[in-house]
């Protein structure tokens, strides 16, 4: 069992910047494929970005390409999502989860069965 906790959301002007973090604690000493998902209110919930179980892979929504970046620290448990140039329609809540580290990213972006989930944390970006 792995749990995930994210942090680092708030309100922010169009244009600036967050930086989401997710400790894994549990069963977290073998790194997983880890991603970040968001939920916009009345929508479902999509994928923005995923990275490998040693960060030498990445994968991103063509949405938020070149504007957010997936990273991770595995000594800390931790993987981060800065977002820069942030939109309205970046706003939702933000869920990190975690599969096996034989995920691909890719994949991870496309099936999420078996996952584990945080419980998010809202964005919420004014125009």
């Known amino acids: 069992q792995v749990q995930l906790v994210e942090s680092g959301g708030g309100l922010v002007q169009a244009g600036g910047s967050l930086r989401l973090s997710c400790i894994a604690s549990?069963?977290?000493?073998?790194?997983?494929?880890m991603g970040w998902f968001r939920q916009a209110s009345g929508k479902e919930r999509e994928f923005v970005a995923a990275i490998n179980w040693n960060g030498g892979s990445t994968y991103y929504a063509d949405s938020v390409k070149g504007r957010f970046t997936i990273s991770r620290d595995n000594a800390k448990n931790t993987v981060y999502l800065q977002m820069n140039s942030l939109k309205p329609e970046d706003t939702g809540v933000y869920y990190c989860?975690?599969?096996?580290?034989?995920?691909?990213?890719?994949?991870?972006?496309?099936?999420?069965?078996?996952?584990?989930w945080g419980q998010g944390t809202q964005v919420t970006v004014s125009s």
């Open positions: 989860a975690a599969k096996s580290r034989f995920t691909t990213p890719q994949a991870m972006a496309i099936q999420t069965l078996g996952a584990y």
């Open positions: 549990g069963r977290a000493d073998s790194p997983y494929t």
